[in-house]
């Protein structure tokens, strides 16, 4: 069966860090595509960060390249996303997703919350 499971998320004030971790079951994440999103109430899901099977050259939502860092541990069959110098625009679920052969999955998703 199938899961992602995503966690790290809270409030945090500007300027301050948060790492979300996606623990997957069911498939190893070195042979799937892996994605972050965000998405805020009444706003289409925008994708913040891609990581292909390979790992190579990730890409990012222009708005947090230079902040945020998608990663891999596949070992542990994790993917992570560092997120540093946050903002309040950056406050909304965040979900993690894999492309797995002909399906996608998605996780629950995780609040992140940015405030002072």
């Known amino acids: 069966q199938v899961q992602l499971v995503e966690s790290g998320g809270g409030l945090v004030q500007p300027g301050g860090t948060l790492s979300l971790s996606c623990v997957v079951s069911?498939?190893?994440?070195?042979?799937?595509?892996m994605r972050w999103w965000r998405r805020t109430p009444g706003q289409e899901g925008e994708v913040v960060a891609t990581?292909?099977?390979?790992?190579?050259?990730?890409t990012y939502l222009c708005s947090v390249k230079g902040r945020f860092a998608i990663s891999r541990d596949n070992v542990k069959n994790t993917v992570y996303l560092e997120m540093n110098n946050l903002q309040p625009d950056d406050t909304a679920v965040y979900y993690c997703?894999?492309?797995?052969?002909?399906?996608?999955?998605w996780g629950q998703g995780t609040q992140v919350t940015v405030s002072s």
């Open positions: 997703s894999a492309v797995f052969g002909p399906s996608d999955y």
């Open positions: 069911g498939f190893a994440v070195c042979r799937a595509t």
């Open positions: 990581s292909s099977s390979t790992a190579d050259n990730p």
